[in-house]
């Protein structure tokens, strides 16, 4: 998924995004993939977006690809991918798909208010 640093874990897990401006202000994600897919690459695309335009400097995005770890989606309850998990702030949340629909993925991520 191009150029995120691998954490140091040998789960599959990536981590890509800014370290946290101050207290209650970071956004934790997890986007859940299977290998290098044309839709998990187009989910993460999707989601560097979103992340950039609208809380820039305070995301974390954890990439877990369940083709080198599937035991990993149980943690999560993940039964379809791409999936997103926002850990941060609370309420967890999931977002199944892949985010391009950005309306949507702002609704579900709880950034913008559900439309009338």
Known sequence: M???ARNGQSSGAQTTGQPPQGPGDQWELR???AGQTP???LAFNNLK???EEHMPGRYHIEVVDLMENPR???EDQIV???TLVRKL???LRKIIGDLS???RTLVGLQLRPRGP
């Open 89 to 91: 702030p609370e309420p």
């Open 80 to 82: 379809a991918i791409p």
């Open 39 to 41: 839709k998990s690459v």
């Open 49 to 51: 977006r979103i992340c």
């Open 2 to 4: 191009g150029s995120e």
């Open 101 to 103: 629909d950005t309306e």
């Open 72 to 74: 990993l989606a149980k």
């Open 31 to 33: 986007l859940y993939t």
